[in-house]
């Protein structure tokens, strides 16, 4: 008799019975987006009808004829008390997901910086204390890659618990809590994040095109991405997190279009290098993830890099990247951008003191996307360097109170002539100005930089201790 049915099995008797499923991002436990339409998707008998309900919202959906099946349901405010989710089937299965809060979800994604778990950084002890935090529900998706979208993970969402959070991101999780605490509403934190990712590993296969990056980029992108899906398993490089599509095909594109809040980015090590282009590349990557995710909106906080020495490279390589960073962050209307030059470690790529960069990243979202705070959460940049009466005159955007952070005169500050040399400079700040004096070297002035350097650390900042953006400028003479 065993074999018999063993042998009906082998012939696909069974074959057209697909049991009712719905993937790992809809587990217990998990956060559903507070005021935005929810979206759930799974799979079932082709032809079944599937029931799916939650506090009080249904929505009814047939299965095609791959089994597949998606429902949506209207908005729901938040609400911290946790609720069942019930799938029901027609064949009679039924499905239930239980503890499921409404509140707002934050992607965490990048590389290593922002993989960085919670254990491995200073104050760990203490914050691990404090990470009971029931309205906190954390996702972590492991580091894996695909050659084809993949349309499930296997994670789960679970509590916030010291088990669980010291090994979930830092900066995600400290942004985070900052964001529940302040805004009192569950808070859901998925963590898509792999050490050594570039960019493109986390774009989609026509992001570069959609998004009208440059025809040279690309050209480039989709001929590595031809030869990515071409090549044999063993033809491949061993670190997969740095082949283009490679990390969204298995991480990005398996919970998608779940709904989200936004987006905190902490990439770019693996592309330092890359100077304007990378503001190209971070379009593409911004089509990506708010294509797939259905939100053309999505908020997208960048960090930018932390200094680092980076071997012998040119010191000012960084100085450029940051540039991109920020032109991207400046001309998208739903970003904004974090200055991290007082948050390095010159000797260590991976700043250990997360607690910082969490509070900045986190006010930074709270003004940007809640409207609370003021807008001392941005970094002040400037407008322009006008030289008169033998010193330049430099005014910021978003100056809001500026200081010497230490009461010092301001550093890493200089100032190039008509032959391109940039020598030391010293300034003070007078009102919500930067006054330069001239170097003896300089006498008529050209160009004005400042923190312009891979290591910089300059005490310049806001009222609030945020830094004043690097730049490199050019000095126009006043005219009378």
């Known amino acids: 008799m065993k074999k018999f049915w063993m042998m009906l099995m082998a012939a696909g008797c069974f074959s057209t019975l697909t049991a009712l499923e719905l993937p790992g991002i809809f587990s217990d436990n998990m956060v559903l987006q507070r005021d935005r339409e929810i979206r759930i998707w799974g799979k079932g008998e082709p032809g079944e009808t599937v029931r799916v309900e939650f506090k009080g919202r249904e929505g009814f959906a047939q299965a095609d004829a791959d089994g597949k099946w998606f429902v949506t349901l209207a908005a729901l405010p938040a609400s911290a008390e946790g609720a069942v989710l019930t799938v029901k089937g027609s064949s009679g299965e039924e499905l239930t997901r239980s503890n499921v809060l409404v509140g707002d979800v934050w992607l965490c994604a990048g590389q290593s910086n922002m993989q960085w778990d919670l254990r491995s950084i200073t104050g760990a002890e203490e914050f691990l204390k404090f990470t009971e935090q029931p309205q906190i529900r954390l996702f972590k998706i492991e580091a ?14 679970t509590l916030c618990t010291p088990e669980h959070a010291r090994g979930f991101s830092a900066v995600g999780y400290l942004t ?20 050594g990712a570039r960019i493109e590993a986390m774009c989609a296969p026509e992001s570069f095109r959609e998004a009208g990056v440059n025809e040279h980029l690309t050209a480039t992108f989709e001929k590595e991405v031809a030869q990515f899906e071409a090549q044999k398993d063993e033809e491949l490089r061993k670190d997969k997190q740095r082949l ?6 298995a991480m990005v594109r398996s919970i998608t279009p779940f709904a989200v809040r936004g987006l905190l980015w902490y990439q770019g090590e693996d592309n330092h290098w890359e100077g304007m282009d990378y503001a190209e590349k971070l379009r593409a990557f911004a089509w990506s993830w708010r294509h797939y995710f259905e939100n053309p909106d999505l908020p997208i906080y960048v960090v930018l890099i932390a200094p680092w020495q980076y071997g012998e490279e040119d010191p000012e390589r960084i100085p450029r990247f940051w540039t991109a ?8 209307r739903n970003a904004g951008y974090v200055v991290t030059t007082d948050l390095g470690n010159p000797d260590d790529i991976h700043p250990r003191d997360k607690a910082p960069l969490g509070d900045r990243l986190a006010k930074l979202v709270l003004y940007k996307s809640y409207g609370i705070g003021g807008n001392d959460a941005l970094s002040p940049y400037v407008e322009k360097a006008v030289w008169k009466y033998g010193k330049i005159d430099v005014e ?3 100056a809001n109170g500026l200081r010497s952070r230490d009461g010092k005169g301001i550093t890493h500050l200089e100032v190039a002539g008509p032959d391109g040399k940039f020598y030391p400079a010293a300034g003070t700040v007078e009102g919500e100005h930067l006054i330069v004096s001239l170097p003896d070297e300089v006498k ?9 350097h891979k290591t910089a650390n300059p005490n310049l900042v806001n009222q609030a201790g945020v830094p004043v953006m690097p730049f490199n400028v050019e000095v126009t003479a006043a005219v009378d």
């Open 144 to 157: 894996d890659w695909s050659r084809t979208p993949r349309e499930d993970v296997k994670s789960k969402w």
């Open 396 to 398: 910021f955007r978003f």
């Open 176 to 195: 985070g809590l900052k964001l529940q605490q302040t805004l009192n509403v569950p808070m859901g934190l998925i963590r898509i994040a792999w050490g």
């Open 325 to 332: 960073q920020r032109h991207f962050a400046e001309q998208d």
């Open 244 to 249: 283009p599509v490679a990390v969204f095909n």
């Open 444 to 452: 008529q002035p050209q160009r004005l930089r400042f923190g312009w």
